[in-house]
């Protein structure tokens, strides 16, 4: 049975040049920000454990929470 060759999707083509409605491709943005939610928290952990010791980690960690902490609350003031 004869198919008829589909088209390509409208995203698929390539824009016209000097058309005014070019699409952006945003793909970059978001494996950019993908990487950047894995890599500030383990970078963080890094500059934890070399700031507060390497010989117990466990101190560096729970120093590295009461900090995030304590820079969380600094918005909120005093109630009343």
Same mark, same amino acid.
């Given at each position: 049975?004869?198919?008829?060759?589909?088209? /390509? *999707?409208?995203?698929?083509?390539?824009?016209? &040049?000097?058309? /005014? $409605?070019?699409?952006? +491709?945003? &793909? =970059?943005?978001? =494996?950019?920000?993908?990487? #950047?939610?894995?890599?500030?928290?383990?970078?963080?952990?890094?500059?934890?454990? $070399?700031?507060?010791? *390497?010989?117990? /980690?466990?101190?560096?960690?729970? $120093?590295? #929470? +009461?900090?995030? #902490?304590?820079?969380?609350?600094?918005?909120?003031?005093?109630?009343?």
């Amino acid at each position: 049975m004869f198919r008829p060759k589909s088209l /390509p *999707s409208r995203s698929a083509r390539r824009p016209v &040049s000097g058309s /005014p $409605a070019r699409r952006s +491709d945003h &793909s =970059i943005a978001v =494996i950019v920000f993908m990487m #950047a939610l894995v890599f500030v928290p383990v970078l963080g952990m890094h500059v934890a454990v $070399a700031t507060f010791g *390497s010989e117990n /980690p466990g101190t560096a960690v729970t $120093a590295l #929470a +009461d900090r995030v #902490a304590l820079l969380l609350n600094l918005g909120q003031g005093a109630p009343g």
